[in-house]
């Protein structure tokens, strides 16, 4: 008999954050539904509430559906049913998202891959996900012309990024961009997004899939170093989308900007899907630069921002932010990476001189669980930590490498449960089963593999990545603590931490800073930094070097890349890596 664990206790015992909730509900009723069922019941609440704004080309809610119908037809009469994939390679822009949701009405599955994908990467990704069907742009198509040979499609929908932008805009882009890509040749293959949106074909119905079947594939870091195809269905993106709508309390009077690329969780999930589930308007971004997001933010007055930190940092810096009005924001989040503490007080000491009254929040989430599932609540603020489980979701922690629970403010590895929880990795079933774990309470929890600890009051504290970690003389370091303390010193900009190979430590610390005035790098300020560290920090978890850099990598999301500086250091060892 299964014995029932604390979270099967009474209410206030297991949901002990339950109590800093304010306004949001502590459950919601999540409609058992597909994507397409759900945005169509969004549309029927507030049909002419705007969806979606694209450079200044807007859709209201009733005109995006009837887009998403009429692509549905053509999806249909090109042979695209219920079961099959489709990839979609796509920046932020309405060609993506109303396929997303016609496949979706047609039980197809999404396979979500980042549009700068090179050739082997795009074959792989068709090859995983089994696709028939592709979207994406003209731009992109030498390297699917070139995936294809290893991976055939059935057919390769192209789009041009000038199909819902303004004249002057589309003008403007042929210009400077749209002249300079190459002509698409003869492909049997190809069929153009212009024509399919303007045909005239048959009436389809949606397909009678089930709210639980497996609706998009998302991707992964995987520990052979291949990524891992992540099953979600569209249950999973309308309990995450219903809940992060409800957390923010959206409604047709709000709108985020959706800097985050649809590839990535966080931008479909939140940016997107759950903008849609609160009836709000989505500013679809489809290439990010700090001025160009500080100008929307100044002309489009969103009511939310959601990003990761590099992004808050660059826009923080630019002086269209610095001198709009932004009176605007309730809301700002940050997630996907460890908040350095500069980078929240530089972001709030603008919003704060600019008329804003908003706290930038720390939130956590994962692929594996479509994206955010936890945050800080508006109403409510704890130093350095993500928050709490949003309603219908519950966290915990256990000790390492176990299914025991942790002691109270204590270290270990966050666990999540809940409707949002992914149904496994695509034909990967033993690391689906090292993930994805039977506990004592007879529940399923994703073992997240990040750690962290939770406090008396139920507010949890991101430390870091569990691969991430650094052995060093058999103590375990955190990067993110030895970076946090780095930041604070008063010349550096930013800092990545990572272990380097060593005989004699197995891992020793080494720090890559960036300085903000990069004249004062040299030997004096390495030693100056090691000598802040070892004020703040045991000694095995201080940097034995530091590396100067004008700046650091970036993921394609905009996070710091460590797995870059870590490979740079075993291509400098060699064989004594």
């Known amino acids: 008999m299964i014995q029932k664990g604390p979270y099967e206790a009474d209410m206030d015992e297991s949901k002990p954050w339950l109590r800093f909730y304010g306004d949001v509900p502590e459950t919601i009723d999540i409609p058992r539904v597909t994507l397409y069922e759900a945005l169509r019941r969004t549309a029927e609440r507030v049909s002419e509430a705007t969806a979606w704004d694209f450079m200044g080309t807007t859709a209201t809610y009733r005109e995006f559906l009837a887009m998403v119908d009429d692509f549905a037809r053509a999806l249909a009469a090109k042979g695209l049913g219920k079961g099959d994939r489709i990839t979609i390679s796509m920046p932020t822009s309405p060609q993506g998202i109303i396929a997303f949701y016609a496949a979706n009405k047609l039980g197809a599955v999404c396979s979500m891959i980042h549009p700068l994908s090179p050739p082997k990467e795009i074959a792989f990704y068709l090859k995983t996900s089994k696709s028939t069907f592709g979207l994406t742009l003209d731009a992109f198509y030498p390297a699917f012309r070139e995936a294809m040979e290893e991976a055939p499609l059935d057919v390769l929908i192209l789009a041009k990024i000038g199909d819902y932008m303004p004249l002057p805009l589309k003008l403007g882009f042929w210009a400077t961009k749209g002249r300079k890509i190459k002509k698409v040749p003869p492909d049997p293959r190809v069929v153009w997004w212009r024509e399919m949106v303007s045909g005239d074909f048959p009436e389809v119905e949606t397909s009678g899939h089930d709210a639980d079947d497996l609706a998009v594939i998302m991707y992964s870091g995987g520990t052979t170093g291949k990524p891992k195809g992540i099953m979600l269905s569209s249950y999973n993106f309308v309990a995450q989308g219903t809940m992060a709508a409800a957390w923010g309390g959206m409604t047709e009077n709000d709108s985020m900007l959706a800097i985050l690329p649809i590839f990535h969780g966080f931008g479909l999930g ?25 100008k929307l933010i100044a002309s489009k007055r969103p009511t939310f921002i959601v990003g990761v930190p590099t992004l808050y940092d660059a826009i923080s810096r630019d002086k269209n932010f610095t001198q709009a009005n932004l009176s605007c924001l309730r809301a700002a989040f940050c997630g996907a990476d460890h908040l350095p503490r500069p980078v929240k007080e530089r972001f709030e000491d603008v919003v704060a001189t600019n008329g804003g009254d908003v706290k930038l929040m720390e939130g956590y989430g994962l692929t594996e669980a479509v994206t955010g599932i936890m945050a800080m ?18 966290a915990k922690i256990v000790e390492r490498g176990t ?4 002691p109270i403010g204590e270290d270990g590895e966050i666990c999540v449960h809940g409707p949002a929880v992914m149904q496994g990795y695509l034909d990967q079933p033993e690391e689906t089963a090292n993930t994805l774990k039977l506990h004592g309470d007879g529940k399923i ?11 008396e009051d139920g507010f949890f504290y991101f430390k870091l990545r569990e691969k991430r970690m650094i052995k060093s003389s058999g103590m375990n370091v955190y990067p993110v603590e ?11 900009d930013m800092a990545c931490v990572i272990g380097v190979p060593d005989k004699k430590q197995m891992e020793r610390v080494k720090g890559f800073v960036v300085l903000k005035d990069a004249s004062r790098a040299g030997a004096a300020m390495e030693q100056e930094l090691i000598e802040h560290c070892r004020e703040h920090l045991i000694k095995w978890s201080c940097p034995r070097e530091i590396e100067f850099r004008d700046e650091l990598p970036k993921t394609l999301i905009g996070k ?3 797995k870059i500086l870590e490979q740079e250091e075993r291509e400098k060892l060699g064989e004594t890596a």
């Open 445 to 455: 929890w994703l073992h997240t593999g990040d750690i962290g600890s939770m406090d």
């Open 560 to 562: 710091i890349d460590f």
């Open 377 to 394: 609540p508006l109403t409510e603020y704890r130093e350095g930590s993500i928050g709490v489980p949003f309603p219908n979701m519950l």
């Open 403 to 406: 299914i025991e629970d942790a």
């Open 270 to 294: 939140v940016c997107i899907n759950a903008i849609f589930m609160g009836g709000a308007t989505s500013i679809l971004v489809p290439q990010f630069t700090a001025e160009s997001v500080a």
């Open 482 to 492: 030895v970076e946090a303390v780095l930041v604070k010193h008063p010349a550096v």
